[in-house]
Structures are given as structure tokens and as C-alpha cells.
């Protein structure tokens, strides 16, 4: 092929037939697996879909009064990789105290309450507590510290 050729496309014609030999190879070889493209919009359009429905899922279980007449609720929640799991008394005073728990190393937990925003440290156990939290719509924010990447993850809110 002369210099001309190449520099009118003539490599690009032969690049082309070689790429289409080498498709056909593949082709006959190693097929790609019918469902493959179908499996493949479902797995994206559905990434999430698992951790929203974790974040949503809210498990509560009465406790039965073991120690007097306190109220007392347990929470669990989860997103497939982080769990927290929240023990929820009343005080005397009618207010509540939540000792929780989480999986996983965190850089801060947040109790939410409207514009009510208190913050605390877990303890290397993963342990915490939150004392004098008032009646109200409630949401607990915890920061991860695994990886590289910090995440956050938000429970879903809950009434007290």
C-alpha cells in the first residue's frame, strides 16, 4: 500500500476487516450469553434498590417489662454492609434514653430531631448513647470510616 493509500484511510480499511475476523472469532468461541444485556439493565436499574429497602425496613420488638414498668423498644436497622441497632428506654422524667450499637467503624453519630442536632463518638465497641432525648420524630446519621471513602448512613425517621 503506498503512502497515499495509507494517508486517504487505507489502514483504516484493513483495520476494520481485521477487527470484524477477530469479532467472528469471538463470536463463535465465546458467545456472550443471551440474557447478558437484560441482566444488565436490571442489575443497574436495581443498584440501590437493595440499601433503600434496608434504610426503609424497620424491625420493632416490645420488650416485656423485666425490671418495672418501662417502656422499652429495640430498632434494628441495616443497609446490607452497616447495621445499627437502637435500645430505646423511657426515664422518669419522661424523656428517653438510647443506647445503641454499630457494626462498623464510625467517625460520628448523630441524633436528628427537627433542627435538634446532637452528636457523640462511638466507643471501640461501637457502642453509644444518646441521654434526655425528648418525645418527637427522631432519625439517627452515622459516618463510616472504612475505606478510603467516608459514607453516611441515615435511618429512617421514627417517633418517640
Do not use: C, K
Request: hydrophobic share 40%; no cysteine.
Amino acid at each position: 500500500m503506498s503512502e497515499n493509500d495509507r494517508a486517504n484511510g487505507g489502514d483504516n480499511h484493513e483495520d476494520a476487516q481485521l477487527f470484524a475476523q477477530l469479532r467472528s472469532l469471538w463470536r463463535d468461541v465465546d458467545p456472550m450469553p443471551a440474557a447478558l444485556v437484560d441482566r444488565m439493565i436490571a442489575t443497574v436499574a436495581t443498584e440501590d434498590l437493595s440499601a433503600e429497602y434496608a434504610l426503609l425496613t424497620l424491625v420493632t420488638e416490645p420488650l416485656g417489662a423485666v425490671r418495672g414498668d418501662a417502656d422499652a423498644l429495640t430498632l434494628q436497622f441495616s443497609d446490607g454492609t452497616t447495621s445499627i441497632l437502637l435500645h430505646v428506654t423511657s426515664t422518669a422524667g419522661g424523656a428517653h434514653r438510647i443506647d445503641g450499637w454499630v457494626d462498623t467503624a464510625s467517625a460520628g453519630i448523630e441524633l436528628v430531631q427537627g433542627e435538634r442536632i446532637r452528636t457523640t463518638t462511638p466507643s471501640d465497641t461501637g457502642r453509644f448513647v444518646f441521654d434526655d432525648v425528648p418525645d418527637g420524630l427522631t432519625l439517627v446519621r452515622l459516618t463510616t470510616t472504612v475505606g478510603d471513602q467516608g459514607r453516611t448512613l441515615s435511618t429512617p425517621q421514627f417517633e418517640l
